[in-house]
């Protein structure tokens, strides 16, 4: 009985379907849909046409890749309507169809969401979703005036920046930073104070790539950060100045201007800062003998007042050749000045915790740094739409000198030890490349590339000592000189196509290395050459026009960066040094990641889940001694398997109240040894950021952020969680061409690292800040022919 009913509703209804057919003739209404922004097709947008008499919908249907759509009617009156997710909508009101009606090109404006540009107003930045990528806009971050950038990155979702300047990306260290897409000489390789050197008034907007495809450089095997810089094409004159002050002591001042007339466009950028901030913490360190008992005991505190001045200035010009070439070329040069003071004083207690000795270590650090950079871009393009052909040219050149007075002295005695250390670099890059892009049809492409990078620096550094300070004796096991040599050369083939809502995109890249590290005074030498292949994968799935799937993969590496390979690197905690290791090689890494984009009315959500794989970790270890001293020592440890889940939310509560979150959850296992001690350890960490910004009014705008990482587990120990609290206002004047701010960063000055490291032979604790978060600025900054992007409440944008 059942059976027969539903083959009876079967064909009741086919035919009800088939009484229209039989009725009249069909015909098809069809036309195009392009976006008003560049005249490019808009595809999988909504077509719906709707009977002019009761406004009943008769046929809707979605725009193929090239925009095309047709609709089925009958001959009668009708309106369109189009719609897309991020653009407002378009009606055409009054159709009359009397057969086949090609309607001809339809345009269609974005409105404050698109697709390819989904807009997340938050503490950190407006989020741009790309294909492989995410781009933070940080110049609308409140919070940002007389900042550095390694502020701006801290505030990024997936970045962290810890109190130590370290950056690190989903939990993972192996970080490639880049300015513009290439190598600069505002961020030297491994210098972890290059981030707090650099404005971040300069700074424009900010892409991390977490699974970056074989076009990249394979270094990095956590992800790619690219900074990029202001700079704007308008015609005539325009740009920007900015003025900040603020507590500690943080001065500044920067432009950023343009000149474009005809084929010439001129762009410069200076800023000049001069900055000073407190630091320091504790250390209470116990070590054991085999049998438990305490062998040693004491405390260190270190006091120190680190900053400076510094600036960089930027000349360049854009040459459009023709309308189909342009060449571009810059020079950009930095220097700094910093003076940095450093107070360490031990105190040793027996078991008792009885004071038997108190040593005071004063340390006067002058240090400078100049950097260089020159560039060279060649772009042509062709008739056939994203056909390209590009070429860069860049040299770098960075000279760094530090060099330190130290006075230790024993309290309740009469003889100072006297030490000086120096600590020189030269470094120079000279980077090729050239890449091109050919599109077959609108659908697929193939693109490939040459590169290659000769890298040089020249280190070294020395400790002298003695009772008097006029004649003072070289300390042997701190006296080297390094000489570095990496020598790259790669190529990459990346073939991509779109087949309806699916795109799929393979690469694959190869790189020879050559990489050769000597000491030169006691002739130790570490030579590598190897060749590597580094294929990626994406595949992208457009489930509706309002939700997307991603999969991606990519095989990558991280190279230890030099300091990791000098012996020596900074003398001012005796007790505790840093020491590198010339033997390091690379780790290497497979990464997956799965990614679900969905919008929503007022906002989006993106989830992704993410598995990396890596060999050879690098991993820093405490290594106690038999005299009470420790050493921080990088060795390839072993392997890492680490899985995550990462969700990034944004939405537009009301029309004045913007809220976002991301948060990352995290969980590794470390596998290795060295030395026969085994150090396996599993980690899980999480950290999650919340931004709330509010258009009080329409020139007045306060947003308030809240940042917390979770404890974790270590190797050897305990990281302890850290949070921030941090909030910001702006204000339009003078009739919008002007923008005051006022910004309160780690409020409650609670940004400090806080460790435990608990080995059977050692225990320590530590808290420690590199140099003081919290701090209060005001900033104003003046625009020149240059509008404000500003938001209206009804989402439109002007």
Same mark, same amino acid.
């Given at each position: 009985?059942?059976?027969?009913?539903?083959?009876?509703?079967?064909?009741?209804?086919?035919? +009800?379907?088939?009484?229209?057919?039989?009725?009249?003739?069909?015909?098809?209404?069809?036309?195009?849909?392009?976006?008003? /922004?560049?005249?490019?097709?808009?595809? $999988?947008?909504?077509?719906?046409?709707?009977?002019?008499?009761?406004?009943?919908?008769?046929?809707? =249907?979605?725009?193929?890749?090239?925009?095309?759509?047709?609709?089925?009617?009958?001959?009668?009156?009708?309106?369109?309507?189009?719609?897309?997710?991020?653009?407002?909508?378009?009606?055409?009101?009054?159709?009359?169809?009397?057969?086949?009606?090609?309607?001809?090109?339809?345009?269609?404006?974005?409105?404050?969401?698109?697709?390819?540009?989904?807009?997340?107003?938050?503490?950190?930045?407006?989020?741009?979703?790309?294909?492989?990528?995410?781009?933070?806009?940080?110049?609308?971050?409140?919070?940002?005036?007389?900042?550095?950038?390694?502020?701006?990155?801290?505030?990024?979702?997936?970045?962290?920046?810890?109190?130590?300047?370290?950056?690190?990306?989903?939990? +993972?260290?192996?970080?490639?930073?880049?300015?513009?897409?290439?190598?600069?000489?505002?961020?030297?390789?491994?210098?972890?104070?290059?981030?707090?050197?650099?404005?971040?008034?300069?700074?424009?907007?900010?892409?991390?790539?977490?699974?970056?495809?074989?076009?990249?450089?394979?270094?990095?095997?956590?992800?790619?950060?690219?900074?990029?810089?202001?700079?704007?094409?308008?015609?005539?004159?325009?740009?920007?100045?900015?003025?900040?002050?603020?507590?500690?002591?943080?001065?500044?001042?920067?432009?950023?201007?343009?000149?474009?007339?005809?084929?010439?466009?001129?762009?410069?950028?200076?800023?000049?800062?001069?900055?000073?901030?407190?630091?320091?913490?504790?250390? %209470?360190?116990?070590?054991?003998?085999?049998?438990? #008992?305490?062998?040693?005991?004491?405390?260190?505190?270190?006091?120190?007042?680190?900053? +400076?001045?510094?600036?960089?200035?930027?000349?360049?010009?854009?040459?459009?050749?023709?309308?189909?070439?342009?060449?571009?070329?810059?020079?950009?040069?930095?220097?700094?000045?910093?003076?940095?003071?450093?107070?360490?004083?031990?105190?040793?207690?027996?078991?008792?915790?009885?004071?038997?000795?108190? =040593?005071?270590?004063?340390?006067?650090?002058? #240090?400078?740094?100049?950097?260089?950079?020159?560039?060279?871009?060649?772009?042509?393009?062709?008739?056939?739409?994203?056909?390209?052909?590009?070429?860069?040219?860049?040299?770098?050149?960075?000279?760094?000198? %530090?060099?330190?007075?130290?006075?230790?002295?024993?309290?309740?005695?009469?003889?100072?030890?006297?030490?000086?250390?120096?600590?020189?670099?030269?470094?120079?890059?000279?980077?090729?490349?050239?890449?091109?892009?050919?599109?077959?049809?609108?659908?697929?492409?193939?693109?490939?590339?040459?590169?290659?990078?000769?890298?040089?620096?020249?280190?070294? $550094?020395?400790?002298?000592?003695?009772?008097?300070?006029?004649?003072?004796?070289?300390?042997?096991?701190?006296?080297?000189?390094?000489?570095?040599?990496?020598?790259?050369?790669?190529?990459?083939?990346?073939?991509?196509?779109?087949?309806?809502?699916?795109?799929?995109?393979?690469?694959?890249?190869?790189?020879?290395?050559?990489?050769?590290?000597?000491?030169?005074?006691?002739?130790?030498?570490?030579?590598?050459?190897?060749?590597?292949?580094?294929?990626?994968?994406?595949?992208?799935?457009?489930?509706? %026009?309002?939700?997307?799937?991603?999969?991606?993969?990519?095989?990558?590496?991280?190279?230890?960066?030099?300091?990791?390979?000098?012996?020596? #690197?900074?003398?001012?905690?005796?007790?505790?040094? /840093?020491?590198?290791?010339?033997?390091?090689?690379?780790?290497?890494?497979?990464?997956?990641?799965?990614?679900?984009?969905?919008?929503?009315?007022?906002?989006?959500?993106?989830?992704?889940?993410?598995?990396?794989?890596?060999?050879?970790?690098?991993?820093?270890?405490?290594?106690?001694?038999?005299?009470?001293?420790?050493?921080?020592?990088?060795?390839?440890?072993?392997?890492?398997?680490?899985?995550?889940?990462?969700?990034?939310?944004?939405?537009?509560?009301?029309?004045?109240?913007?809220?976002?979150?991301?948060?990352?959850?995290?969980?590794?296992?470390?596998?290795?040894?060295?030395?026969?001690?085994?150090?396996?350890?599993?980690?899980?960490?999480? /950290?999650?950021?919340?931004?709330?910004?509010?258009?009080?009014?329409?020139?007045?705008?306060?947003?308030?952020?809240?940042?917390?990482?979770?404890?974790?587990?270590?190797?050897?120990?305990?990281?302890?969680?850290?949070?921030?609290?941090?909030?910001?206002? #702006?204000?339009?004047?003078?009739?919008?061409?002007?923008?005051?701010?006022?910004?309160?960063?780690?409020?409650?000055?609670?940004?400090?690292?806080?460790?435990?490291?608990?080995?059977?032979?050692?225990?320590?604790?530590?808290?420690?800040?590199?140099?003081?978060?919290?701090?209060?600025?005001?900033?104003?900054?003046?625009?020149?022919?240059?509008?404000?992007?500003?938001?209206?409440?009804?989402?439109?944008?002007?």
């Amino acid at each position: 009985m059942r059976l027969s009913t539903q083959i009876l509703l079967l064909l009741v209804t086919t035919a +009800g379907g088939l009484t229209p057919h039989l009725a009249a003739q069909n015909y098809d209404l069809t036309g195009t849909l392009t976006q008003a /922004s560049d005249g490019s097709a808009l595809p $999988f947008a909504t077509a719906i046409a709707y009977d002019r008499a009761d406004s009943s919908m008769v046929a809707n =249907t979605t725009t193929d890749l090239d925009g095309q759509f047709t609709l089925p009617l009958t001959a009668g009156d009708y309106y369109l309507v189009f719609q897309f997710l991020g653009y407002d909508n378009k009606s055409l009101p009054g159709i009359t169809l009397t057969g086949a009606q090609d309607i001809g090109t339809i345009v269609m404006g974005q409105s404050s969401v698109a697709l390819e540009t989904v807009t997340v107003e938050a503490e950190r930045s407006q989020m741009v979703m790309k294909l492989d990528k995410r781009v933070f806009n940080v110049a609308k971050d409140l919070t940002g005036s007389g900042s550095t950038a390694a502020d701006i990155l801290n505030n990024v979702p997936s970045v962290n920046v810890d109190p130590e300047g370290n950056v690190s990306l989903r939990g +993972g260290t192996g970080v490639r930073i880049l300015v513009d897409g290439k190598p600069s000489a505002m961020l030297s390789s491994g210098d972890i104070d290059a981030l707090r050197r650099m404005q971040g008034d300069i700074i424009e907007s900010v892409e991390v790539i977490t699974n970056p495809s074989a076009r990249y450089e394979a270094e990095g095997e956590a992800g790619i950060i690219n900074i990029i810089l202001k700079k704007n094409k308008k015609k005539g004159v325009n740009g920007s100045f900015g003025l900040n002050a603020g507590y500690p002591e943080n001065f500044g001042a920067s432009y950023n201007l343009n000149y474009r007339r005809n084929d010439f466009n001129l762009f410069s950028n200076f800023g000049i800062s001069y900055r000073r901030a407190p630091g320091g913490g504790t250390n %209470e360190q116990r070590f054991l003998d085999g049998d438990g #008992s305490l062998r040693q005991f004491y405390e260190s505190v270190t006091d120190q007042d680190r900053g +400076g001045i510094g600036g960089n200035f930027q000349l360049g010009t854009d040459w459009f050749i023709n309308d189909q070439t342009q060449l571009t070329g810059y020079l950009l040069y930095r220097k700094s000045e910093d003076n940095n003071l450093t107070d360490v004083t031990y105190r040793d207690f027996n078991a008792g915790r009885e004071l038997l000795s108190e =040593t005071v270590r004063d340390v006067v650090e002058d #240090s400078g740094n100049q950097n260089l950079e020159a560039s060279l871009d060649f772009k042509r393009t062709f008739d056939r739409k994203d056909r390209e052909w590009t070429a860069v040219m860049q040299y770098i050149l960075d000279d760094d000198l %530090e060099l330190s007075d130290i006075t230790e002295t024993v309290v309740g005695e009469q003889n100072p030890l006297f030490q000086k250390s120096s600590n020189t670099e030269y470094e120079t890059n000279f980077l090729l490349q050239t890449d091109y892009v050919h599109p077959f049809n609108d659908s697929i492409k193939i693109e490939g590339g040459l590169r290659a990078t000769f890298r040089t620096i020249e280190n070294a $550094f020395q400790v002298r000592e003695g009772l008097n300070p006029e004649n003072l004796t070289v300390v042997n096991n701190f006296d080297n000189e390094l000489d570095y040599q990496e020598n790259i050369s790669a190529g990459y083939f990346i073939a991509s196509g779109e087949f309806g809502r699916t795109g799929v995109q393979l690469g694959l890249r190869g790189e020879y290395s050559d990489v050769r590290a000597t000491l030169l005074k006691t002739d130790d030498s570490n030579k590598q050459f190897y060749f590597n292949l580094f294929p990626s994968a994406a595949f992208t799935y457009q489930i509706s %026009e309002t939700n997307q799937f991603q999969l991606s993969y990519s095989r990558r590496l991280s190279r230890p960066y030099f300091r990791l390979l000098l012996p020596f #690197s900074n003398f001012n905690d005796t007790r505790n040094n /840093s020491l590198g290791n010339p033997t390091l090689r690379p780790e290497y890494t497979d990464s997956y990641e799965g990614g679900l984009l969905k919008y929503l009315p007022a906002g989006s959500v993106l989830a992704s889940i993410y598995y990396r794989r890596t060999t050879g970790v690098i991993q820093r270890l405490i290594l106690p001694a038999d005299d009470g001293t420790t050493i921080r020592f990088p060795v390839n440890l072993g392997s890492r398997d680490a899985y995550g889940l990462e969700l990034n939310f944004n939405y537009d509560l009301l029309p004045w109240w913007k809220f976002s979150a991301d948060g990352n959850l995290y969980q590794a296992k470390v596998e290795g040894r060295y030395l026969e001690t085994d150090y396996s350890a599993d980690i899980t960490a999480w /950290s999650a950021r919340a931004a709330n910004k509010f258009d009080v009014t329409d020139k007045l705008q306060t947003q308030v952020t809240f940042d917390y990482d979770a404890p974790q587990n270590t190797p050897q120990g305990r990281d302890l969680g850290v949070y921030s609290f941090d909030v910001g206002g #702006s204000l339009d004047v003078l009739a919008g061409k002007g923008t005051l701010t006022l910004s309160g960063r780690d409020i409650f000055n609670t940004r400090i690292r806080r460790s435990v490291i608990d080995l059977p032979n050692y225990k320590s604790t530590s808290d420690f800040q590199w140099r003081r978060a919290q701090s209060v600025t005001l900033g104003f900054v003046y625009r020149l022919n240059q509008a404000k992007r500003t938001e209206r409440p009804d989402g439109e944008r002007g």
